[in-house]
């Protein structure tokens, strides 16, 4: 599964990655820069995340495990309230990561690294 989103027939160009990694968000911008991605947001606290939604707004939005101040999973809440943008998470702690989205029946996951490629189809289908 190597062909990137334009030949798909799927338009998302810009994405914004909340995680207090920034390991984990170069990993991911990789990721969706080889799914035809090409601009990015990569911020680390709520607020940041918020502001940058506010100057640019995403095409998806990716959070991580965790952010420095605030909640990622907030920050991706507040924003879908306003504007209809696909949610991913993207996690190494499944677990965990499924104990934090129960509440949260808009976003879609928590996926693995792997298996980028695979959610933002389906959050481009949804």
Known sequence: MDRDLKEKGLAMSHALIIDENMLISRAIQRRLEMLGFESFDLVWTQQQALAAAGRHMPDLIVIGDDVETGCAVEAARRITDHHAVPVLMVT?????????????????GPFLLNEIEAAVELANTA
Not at 92 to 108: I, K, S
């Open 92 to 108: 190494g702690d499944y677990t965990r990561a499924r104990e934090r989205l129960e509440q949260q029946e808009a976003l879609e």
